[in-house]
Antibody
Framework: QVQLQESGPGLVKPSQTLSLTCSVAGGSINRGGYYWSWIRQHPGKGLEWIGYIYHSGTTYYNAPLQSRVTITVDTSKNQFSLRLSSVTAADTAVYYC?????????????WGQGTLVTVSS | QSALTQPASVSGSPGQSISISCTGTSSDIGSYNYVSWYQQHPGKAPKLMISDVSNRPSGVSNRFSGSKSGNTASLTISGLQAEDEADYYCNSYTSSTSLVFGGGTKLTVL
């Protein structure tokens, strides 16, 4: 059973960089065929795909966020991470990490529990 | 890339069948058989219910089914049960090598 767990600060100041890590248990990130993803949900709103990374380091980002997003992978720790720069209140959301089982086509079969990140001074 | 269009809410009585639509464009749903559906209960992470338009993951009730016609995908829930009350989201792969979600539909079981 694959398990994902997000970790990182729950409060970030405006203009700073949001950093989150997703730890994966029960399966190796190095195994091919999966894309490791970040998705967020603004309070009371719908889901927004942020981007994903393959174990090789290949990344794809959502265009509106691309200039501010970096997703990296550390296969030795079986973790992947999200950095979102120059945050504003509009980046306040629950951030989920998830596994895309379908070669990056958007079928997320395992999710973390989500972590609320609030952007406020 | 605009969000896929879903009705804000649908409702049905126990035992009935309901369908939730998800409308996109020829750049996403219309071009790819990569539509997934998710169920989300309050305060919980989404759960994959349907992948690749109509594939049901192991463990998901066969009361859930998916289909697609043109630029619109649909999720059908038959034999509605109280536990089905939740928010439902669709997503699709797009021609921009990207993913887009729908705005979500709140299902109320009357």
């Amino acid at each position: 059973q694959v398990q994902l767990q997000e970790s990182g600060p729950g409060l970030v100041k405006p203009s700073q960089t949001l950093s989150l890590t997703c730890s994966v248990a029960g399966g190796s990130i190095n195994r091919g065929g999966y894309y490791w993803s970040w998705i967020r949900q603004h309070p009371g709103k719908g889901l927004e795909w942020i981007g994903y990374i393959y174990h090789s380091g290949t990344t794809y980002y959502n265009a509106p966020l691309q200039s501010r997003v970096t997703i990296t992978v550390d296969t030795s720790k079986n973790q992947f991470s999200l950095r979102l720069s120059s945050v504003t209140a509009a980046d306040t959301a629950v951030y989920y990490c998830a596994r895309d089982q379908g070669d990056g086509y958007g079928s997320f079969d395992y999710w973390g529990q989500g972590t609320l990140v609030t952007v406020s001074s | 890339q605009s969000a896929l269009t879903q009705p804000a809410s649908v409702s049905g009585s126990p035992g009935q069948s309901i369908s939730i639509s998800c409308t996109g464009t020829s750049s996403d749903i219309g071009s790819y058989n990569y539509v997934s559906w998710y169920q989300q209960h309050p305060g919980k992470a989404p759960k994959l219910m349907i992948s690749d338009v109509s594939n049901r993951p192991s463990g998901v009730s066969n009361r859930f089914s998916g289909s697609k016609s043109g630029n619109t995908a649909s999720l059908t829930i038959s034999g509605l049960q109280a536990e089905d009350e939740a928010d439902y989201y669709c997503n699709s792969y797009t021609s921009s090598t990207s993913l887009v979600f729908g705005g979500g539909t709140k299902l109320t079981v009357l």
